[in-house]
């Protein structure tokens, strides 16, 4: 009884994938003891485990029960110690699940997935990226990188958090940047001096055009004078941090009800959206594409940065061209086949 109580003792300190291997041979060597004991009871191997399993679990349906002194003396044997090697097996699989939620709450895992939003940088202005991205992509996978130590959004499952120095080669192996859809770096608002914060910024954006220079990259910037520092490492587009809100605030002011058409331009929780339009075939000229979209309740606005294409109608698109319409959702999905 000393060396099984020794032996048990020696199982809570098993590994788990140890402890996993033990229990399945435990239970396949009591399942061939019991059949071969008692053959005449089981019938088949198959129920032999049935019975051992049921055992183990204490739920003991009756259905299949020892008869023979050895089969009893088994059973004994299973009470004793195939119980403690269940529950201690159980206990495991919850302590790692806990283990993991611990983990995933620190920002210690690394995320597998591929097509993500990375965001770095939390702050409020973060928080209002990740409720529109979800807003218009419910079912998309963002991964936030920031050096607190606490998930900001745990109660959302398609939200992961790295922790660590977002200009680290490491931590953005870790968000798997590679595979990432786009990455939108914030102003890390911790920072008060606005030089500082940019040179944070333009550190971090350095960082992922090295590493991933074809993801797409947005940035904010603080100070307008840094924005040919940003042009320089090749950032597909930045915004700048308080440049919209005071031309809004303006527009606001000299139009009444101006502010309204941009905030719901800027969102995608309204109808209506700013939506990327593939050329379609019959499409030679601006005013052919003009006059389709507007004929299914879309209007064309721009060519990239060209807002004057609605005065360029005779004007054949170029083969480069990428246009832009406003319509809502399903518009969009019916011109666009989608």
């Known amino acids: ?40 009871t089981f019938h088949s191997w198959f129920n032999a485990l049935y019975w051992v399993l049921t055992t183990m679990s204490t739920v003991g349906y009756g259905d299949y029960y020892a ?18 090697l269940l529950s201690l097996l159980i206990g495991k699989v919850i ?7 611990r983990q995933r709450e620190a920002g210690e895992l690394s995320f597998q997935g591929k097509d993500h939003f990375i965001i770095i940088n939390w702050s409020k202005k973060a ?9 218009y992509l419910p079912e998309a996978e963002i991964v936030i990188i ?38 939108i770096v914030f102003a890390d608002s911790r920072i008060d001096e606005a030089a500082l914060a940019d040179g944070k910024s333009l550190l971090i954006a ?17 100070q307008e004078k840094n924005i040919q520092n940003f042009r320089y490492i090749n950032v597909n587009e930045f ?27 800027l969102s995608r929780q309204h109808g209506d959206d700013i939506y990327e339009v593939p050329v379609q075939p019959g499409w030679r000229t601006y005013g052919d594409a003009f006059q389709d979209l507007l004929a299914r309740g879309a209007t064309l606005i721009s060519d990239r940065g060209d807002l004057g294409v609605n ?25 666009a086949g989608k």
């Open 206 to 222: 350095s960082s992922i055009e090295r590493l991933a220079p074809g993801i797409h990259s947005t940035v904010e910037i603080v």
């Open 95 to 101: 302590d790692s699940i806990a283990s993991i939620q």
């Open 67 to 84: 008869k023979t002194v050895l089969g009893k003396l088994l059973t004994i044997f299973l009470y004793i110690f195939g119980i403690g």
């Open 239 to 265: 915004v700048l941090s308080h440049d919209a809100i005071s031309r809004l605030a303006v527009r606001a002011a000299l139009q009444e009800g101006n502010s309204e058409i941009f905030s719901q331009l």
């Open 1 to 40: 009884m000393y060396f099984f109580l020794r032996l048990f003792l020696k199982t809570m300190h098993f590994k788990n994938t140890s402890l996993v291997f033990a229990a399945a041979v435990f239970i396949l060597v009591s399942t061939s003891l019991a059949y071969m004991l008692e053959p005449d």
């Open 127 to 135: 928080q209002y990226a990740v409720e529109e991205i979800l807003a």
């Open 146 to 183: 920031d050096e607190s130590d606490r998930h900001p959004l745990q109660r959302r499952s398609n939200v992961h958090f790295i922790s660590g120095d977002p200009a680290s080669d490491e931590t953005l192996a870790e968000a798997n940047l590679l595979t990432a859809r786009s990455a």
């Open 311 to 335: 005065r360029k109608l005779a004007v054949p698109i170029p083969p480069d061209a990428r246009l832009y319409m406003i319509a809502d959702e399903a518009t969009y999905r019916a011109i």
